[in-house]
């Protein structure tokens, strides 16, 4: 079946504009996770979702950044007045059930991610 | 904040050597998970620890998670050319995952 789907693969962009990347989950996916990779480091995260409910978004780095997901489905990340620093890839991964209780050992399915980069 | 580091940040080996990665918390865990990530993929559930102590196989693959649940260690035996990327430890305090620093695997035929 289909996996976890991010668009777009690679976004080019002058400093000081906005973005939003794009993340579409396993079908029938509860949890929602964005994270942020540095080249040769680990993801780091960044927040996520239980169907439309942000749960933690403790790992934004600033107000510059937001996720949504209105629907329980698709998740945007969006970053405004965009930074050189910004410059990563950016990872979503999904779980079957939330990471809570009897399902805190759910494995996270990751995508391709988006590699942005902040001219 | 809770921090996750491994060792030894790179490894090279020649085919059919072993290889191990070691994984610390700073903080107890309720639970581990390592991934695989191959050069210029994403990374790849391998395997879950709940347990203090638990060792679990993968064929070559050995896992294992400390007793005070602030470790975990991957241990491959006789190391394959497919081997070859770097791999995650994913501790869980509470709700979200942290990964841990990668270990970068080569392997030379």
């Known amino acids: 079946g289909a996996g976890v789907s991010q668009s777009p693969r690679y976004k080019v962009t002058k400093r000081g504009q906005d973005v939003a990347l794009r993340c579409d989950p396993i079908s029938g996916h509860v949890s929602l996770y964005w994270y942020r990779q540095a080249l040769g480091q680990g993801p780091e995260f960044l927040t996520y979702f239980n169907y439309e409910a942000q749960q933690d978004k403790s790992g934004l780095p600033n107000d510059r950044f937001s996720a949504e997901r209105p629907e329980g489905s698709i998740s945007t990340l969006t970053i405004q007045r965009t930074e050189q620093r910004d410059s990563a890839m950016y990872r979503c991964?999904?779980?079957?059930?939330?990471?809570?209780?009897?399902?805190?050992?759910?494995?996270?399915?990751f995508g391709d991610g988006t590699r942005l980069s902040i001219l | 904040g809770q921090q996750v580091m491994q060792i030894p940040q790179y490894q090279h080996v020649q085919e059919g050597e072993d290889f191990t990665t070691y994984c610390n918390s700073s903080?107890?865990?309720?639970?581990i998970q390592w991934y695989k990530q191959r050069p210029g993929g994403h990374p790849v559930f391998l395997i879950q620890?709940?347990?203090?102590?638990e060792v679990k196989k993968q064929k070559r693959l050995t896992f294992q998670f400390g007793e005070a649940k602030k470790n975990s260690s991957l241990h491959i035996t006789a190391t394959q050319t497919t081997d070859v990327g770097t791999y995650f430890c994913a501790g869980r305090g509470t709700d979200k995952l942290i990964f841990g620093t990668g270990t970068r695997l080569q392997v030379f035929p």
């Open positions: 620890l709940v347990k203090s102590g």
């Open positions: 903080t107890t865990l309720s639970n």
């Open positions: 991964a999904s779980s079957l059930n939330p990471p809570t209780g009897s399902y805190s050992n759910q494995p996270q399915h």
